[in-house]
């Protein structure tokens, strides 16, 4: 059985906190600082940081909908 997709809401996605299921360089936890739009105002991108380095990611929001890599709060 496949694990469901995580459901976003990307209204709600500025401040959100995600878990990393692979962590890379002991950055486990990440919260999201910033939305990148395109030119009709749709979220395309967004910044993730790290909270232990503050090491800042660029990823496609899209990206944390994946349940293999992400795990939505701080686990």
Request: aromatic letters at 8%.
């Amino acid at each position: 059985m496949q694990a469901s997709m995580n459901q976003i809401n990307p209204k709600k996605l500025l401040l959100s906190k995600w878990t990393s299921t692979s962590p890379q360089k002991k950055e486990k936890h990440f919260i999201v600082t910033e939305l990148i739009r395109d030119d009709q105002e749709i979220i395309t991108q967004c910044v993730i940081e790290a909270v232990l380095t503050h090491t800042q990611y660029t990823i496609p929001w899209q990206d944390l909908k994946s349940p293999a890599h992400w795990k939505q709060g701080w686990q």
